[in-house]
């Protein structure tokens, strides 16, 4: 079996919100993260932008993460370190915070956040916020924004640029000093969505030694349907673009409706190093792209 990375997932939010929120779905759990053979897994907390006490359940979502990870009896360990993956004991868990309303835009809840094990953030979801603009709307990087980032560098937290608009990317990659990522988007030269990323942004960050992963939305590989072969050409469009040490997975599984045919759950990892076998890919690349491109990305921020 070859080992997984994958570089998002709403999971946290799934458990804790999905009585009350209808953009979530049913991807992914232990079971089918060992089946699927995933290693490494960054769990997001998402909070609707419109939800009350948005604070409130972003702490339940890592309280429920903590409580995912006892139950898991030691099969699922937080990575905090670099000997927390370098131990390689079960799945490693990456915990990120999607979009600063999740925070209520407050630096002092970044640094909790830190200190609970955050390792990841970006700034905005689709809408604006006191961060900055998504990919929704208009405008950049505002002065809380700035400040943010200056945080993440000053703490040592990976910028993740999924989300956010065109300005707002630009500007955060100029204020940023570490290695940005886009941790679940695709490439807008196969298919034209606010949400992915133009030749020119996927180069940005792979000049900065970043990371993308790519996006098992259908919406954002093709349309209302899609196969693992879209997949594999968002894939294959990064590595055309000098991607090799830069391109691996953000499935987003738990907040996407419509998956790729054969991509049903985290359960379905594997399709894809096969796919890459058949594709005559060799037994390094196929390593590379499913698990180490985003380990060795993630290692730079524990």
């Given amino acids: 079996m070859v080992p997984v990375s994958d570089a998002h997932c709403d999971f946290l939010a799934y458990q804790v919100m999905k009585d009350e929120a209808t953009r979530l779905f049913d991807h992914l759990d232990l079971a089918s993260l060992l089946h699927g053979g995933v290693s490494l897994q960054v769990f997001a907390v998402w909070v609707p932008p419109e939800s009350q ?7 339940d979502q890592i309280g429920f993460l903590q409580k995912f990870m006892t139950r898991s009896e030691g099969q699922v360990c937080l990575c905090t370190k670099k000997e927390h993956l370098a131990e390689k004991k079960g799945i490693g868990a990456v915990l ?18 830190y200190r609970m094990g955050a390792r990841m953030l970006s700034l905005t979801w689709n809408g604006e916020n006191a961060f900055a603009s998504g990919c929704g709307c208009n405008g950049g990087i505002k002065p809380a924004g700035k400040k943010a980032i200056a945080l993440l560098d000053y703490l040592g937290m990976a910028l993740d640029l999924s989300h956010i608009n065109e300005q707002g990317f630009w500007e955060a990659l100029e204020l940023y000093e570490g290695s940005p990522c886009a941790s679940h988007s695709c490439a807008y030269a196969l298919c034209p969505a606010a949400r992915n990323l133009s030749d020119v942004q996927i180069k940005a960050i792979i000049s900065r030694e970043g990371f993308i992963g790519i996006n098992f939305y259908t919406e954002f590989l093709r349309g209302r349907s899609a196969t693992i072969e879209d997949v594999m050409a968002h894939i294959e469009h990064v590595l055309s673009l000098g991607g090799t040490a830069a391109v691996g997975f953000g499935s987003d599984f738990c907040g996407i409706q419509y998956t790729p045919a054969g991509l049903h759950s985290a359960a379905d990892f594997q399709a894809l190093p096969e796919a890459m076998a058949r594709r005559g ?16 990305y993630i290692l730079k921020f524990l």
Avoid: H, P, V, W
């Fill in 281 to 296: 890919y060799s037994d390094a690349l196929i390593n590379q792209i499913c698990y180490g491109n985003f380990a060795s």
């Fill in 96 to 113: 990120a915070i999607e979009s600063g309303e999740c925070i209520d835009c407050s630096l002092d809840a970044i640094k909790a956040a």
């Fill in 53 to 59: 006490n948005r604070l409130t359940c972003c702490m």
